[in-house]
């Protein structure tokens, strides 16, 4: 054995991590200091070397094609932070929606549907935002004013991520739990498996995993007993109620959606910085501060004949600009390649996707109005493609009923971005490639509503409670990993008026 070997055994890691362990001489060796693991150097640094990512086209619909497939489409360090062996083991340890080919989710996308029955506009009303607002009152804390914001933000963070999905908060959630959430955040903000920080982070997390998933289970079978206060409050309970004993969302599934949600919902923090970076009055954007100010004065949640009320349409164009996911990621069925490279992968862009003058005729300007007049998952039918010259819908319509005793049905646009009608009435999203955002067609995003329901109730927060944000002086701040690659400076801080 090496000194990666003794490094490795420091690190209180197991030998046996590494399903069928090839020959030390098989292994990459001395590539980085023998303070890395040799685990960790075969199974997700060297895989991320040997990777590659290439950028797609710019869609012109909001359709990625079946031959771009979301089968495996996850960055190629991050596997051992989701599996034991350092490689996918779906079957075995859980799948996600998120990297599942459109062929392999059951019939009609029956898995995506399964997973969107738990995120729909009325549970978000009565069941979840509750525990958002109770988020945002210890977040944006009085007691905060003057600080770096992204502190208070993580302080309360991990709470919300585990309220929402299985009702635990506080002292509910033990250390290794915590322990595998930071972990895992910081991996995929510092983002480069060669550093230092991403090392420590990852190891973190593969300790505290075999805690995390026994919690986990113990939760999710006392949320199926009706042991937990307000289960039905939980991703959860509805994921478990609408996948019955089906194949398409097993158990298994449900507990590693848990896990990896922690990808989908990083994204919150980077959006509530950037929501804050554009509100500051010095370096912030005057155009978007005169449409809040005018947004929240005039009815935010003023009907006035659009499906969406004014304050979505704000925070929709607030996505647009900021577009806190960068890429949609496909994997690839190889032609021809050398050996040697071990994944290929593509990013169909958002923002140049966003900003096309094909989509928009003032793709620049920050104009929330736009929303009033584009084309919705409702108004993408049939009709609507053939006009466009398609002979017929690439998705089928085909509904999934929920069966947790709400009238829920969801369903799907032509392009096959799946939407909720609820009591009869359709919950639908912006359904063009100019909106990219949340991504296009069968692969939108199905936390879109939530998010934006998220954004919203912070917006309230900030103009009830008078609240601005300030650029800080601070000479070193602290670096703050949020969502995949992306690391901000946290240099803004919030106060309140006098
Ligand atoms: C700022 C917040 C968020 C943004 C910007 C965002 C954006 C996106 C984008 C762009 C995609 C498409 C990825 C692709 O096709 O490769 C996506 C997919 C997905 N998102 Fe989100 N998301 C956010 C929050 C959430 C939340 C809160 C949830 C869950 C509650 C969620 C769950 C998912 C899932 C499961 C998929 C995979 C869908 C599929 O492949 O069919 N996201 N998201």
């Not at 075969?42 to 869609?59: C, N």
């Not at 498996?193 to 593969?206: E, K, M, S």
């Not at 946290?490 to 008026?497: E, G, P, S």
Request: charged letters at 20%.
């Amino acid at each position: 054995m090496t000194t990666h070997g003794q490094a490795t055994s420091e690190a209180g890691f197991s030998e046996r991590s590494l399903a069928n362990r090839p020959d030390e001489d098989a292994l990459p060796i001395g590539l980085l200091p023998p303070s890395f693991p040799s685990d960790y150097v075969a199974g997700a640094v060297v895989p991320y070397l040997l990777s590659g990512i290439f950028y797609g086209e710019t869609p012109s619909v909001p359709m990625i094609d079946l031959a771009l497939s979301k089968e495996e489409a996850v960055p190629i360090h991050f596997w051992g932070l989701l599996y034991e062996g350092w490689t996918p083991n779906a079957e075995k340890e859980g799948y996600s929606v998120f990297s599942q080919g459109y062929e392999k989710r059951g019939p009609h996308n029956e898995r995506k549907r399964i997973y969107m029955s738990a995120t729909t506009p009325d549970l978000i009303d009565t069941k979840y935002r509750g525990k958002i607002v109770h988020f945002l009152e210890q977040f944006l804390a009085q007691s905060h004013d003057g600080k770096p914001m992204m502190e208070s933000y993580f302080q309360n963070y991990y709470d919300l991520y585990w309220d929402l999905h299985v009702g635990a908060t506080g002292d509910a959630i033990p250390t290794e739990v915590r322990q595998y959430s930071s972990g895992f955040n910081a991996v995929l903000g510092f983002w480069f498996p060669n550093l230092d920080i991403v090392l420590q982070n990852y190891l973190q997390t593969r300790k505290a995993r075999p805690a995390l998933k026994k919690w986990l289970e113990a939760r999710v079978q006392a949320i199926v007993d009706g042991k937990v206060p307000h289960a039905d409050s939980t991703l959860v309970y509805y994921w478990m109620k609408n996948a019955g004993t089906g194949e398409n969302f097993r158990r298994i599934d449900v507990l590693f959606e848990c896990i990896h949600n922690f990808l989908a919902l990083s994204q919150w923090g980077n959006m509530v910085y950037n929501v804050a970076a554009k509100l500051e009055p010095t370096q912030g954007d005057p155009n978007v501060q005169a449409w809040f100010t005018r947004t929240m004065t005039n009815g935010p949640d003023k009907s006035d004949g659009s499906p969406f009320t004014p304050l979505d349409r704000f925070v929709m164009e607030l996505f647009r600009v900021i577009s806190p996911n960068g890429a949609s990621l496909s994997s690839l069925r190889r032609h021809n390649e050398l050996m040697g490279s071990n994944y290929n992968a593509i990013a169909t862009t958002h923002l140049p996707a966003s900003m096309d003058p094909r989509h928009w005729k003032n793709p620049t300007e920050f104009d929330p109005d736009r929303y009033k007049i584009a084309p919705t998952s409702v108004d993408n039918d049939e009709a609507r493609v053939t006009q466009m010259g398609l002979a017929r819908c690439p998705f089928s319509k085909e509904a999934f009923h929920v069966k947790d005793g709400r009238k829920v049905e969801l369903t799907n646009s032509a392009f096959g971005a799946v939407y909720s009608e609820i009591d009869g009435t359709p919950h639908p999203v912006v359904d063009t490639a100019g909106y990219a955002p949340f991504g296009f067609g069968y692969r939108r995003c199905p936390g879109e509503h939530l998010t934006v329901e998220f954004i919203k109730e912070y917006l309230r927060a900030v103009w009830k409670q008078k609240i601005s944000f300030v650029k800080l002086d601070i000479k070193n701040p602290a670096l703050v990993p949020v969502n995949p690659g992306t690391v901000l400076l946290d240099n803004i801080a919030f106060k309140r008026a006098k």
